[in-house]
């Protein structure tokens, strides 16, 4: 199920206008590039230590629980793609919005325009959580992935996560600083994953527990309202009443003040009919027996 993280700040609102274009384009930046996995030697990862090793073999673990490895190449190109295509697209958004009101630019709006003041800027991961809704209707996506269907949310972040990883590693021991910067990404992304996967996790579960406790109440009370009306049918085969609608009237109260002191909590309201409802079906159903 995608889920969508939405920014501390309120959000500027784009028209349909400006969303459609910034899709077209978003979509073509992603798949201008040919997206082919490296063939790397296999103590590559070494380079990072033996923690970070540690947290990426653990990770491989989760999304193999998931899908094989070959569909875990798969989703690593989809990561790279999805994560290019929030950058690209949140860049058209606030570009083409700036253009159509021929208004002067901020330094910063400057930066936003641009794909790589994006990635720059936000923290890694986010900008897919906000857009990937956007992605789900782009099937171009999948394109030469393996993959039938879109993954959800997390599971995207967590391939992004791996993959920054994993160019990491590629990154040393020639480039430190970059190096650095991308295990930064990744654990922004994989904080991204966990949190919207926890809170995906407690809705679910909060909904399981208000249905089983709806449940549980609803036969609780359906209970107390079976044990009125056998008290109430009793009352009735006790008396004679030309009708079940005399009988009804004359046991209102009787029958009202016991569902107090039951807590079955019958309606006064609605009292009356349904005693008479009780009384007819039981005689339909001894007659008929």
Known sequence: MPWKIQPIWNPPQFSAEVKAFAKDFALTEALK???????????????????????????????????????????????????????HYESALLRKTLELSARESSEMEKVLA??????????????????????IN???????????????TGEVLEALSLDCIMHAALCLPNNVEKALDLLADSVSANNLALQGSLHLGNFYS???????????????RHAKTTELKEWTLRKYEAGAW????????ELVSEVLEQSQKTGANLTKSNAQRTIAEWIRESKKIRSSG
């Open 242 to 249: 030309k009708s079940a609608n005399q009988a009804a009237s």
């Open 138 to 152: 782009c099937q171009e996506m999948l394109s030469g992935t393996g993959l039938e269907r879109f993954p959800e």
């Open 114 to 135: 641009t794909a790589t003041g994006c990635e720059e800027h936000h923290e890694c991961g986010m900008l897919v959580a906000q857009h990937y809704a956007v992605v």
């Open 33 to 87: 590039q040919q997206t082919e996995l490296q063939d790397i030697a296999p103590d590559y990862m070494e380079r990072l230590g033996r923690k970070w090793l540690n947290h990426c073999v653990g990770v491989q673990r989760r999304v193999l629980h998931r899908y094989n490895a070959q569909q875990l190449d798969g989703l690593l190109v989809l990561a790279w793609r999805v994560n290019r295509f929030a950058h």
């Open 206 to 220: 909060r909904k399981a527990e208000r249905a089983i406790n709806g449940k549980a109440g609803a036969q609780k």
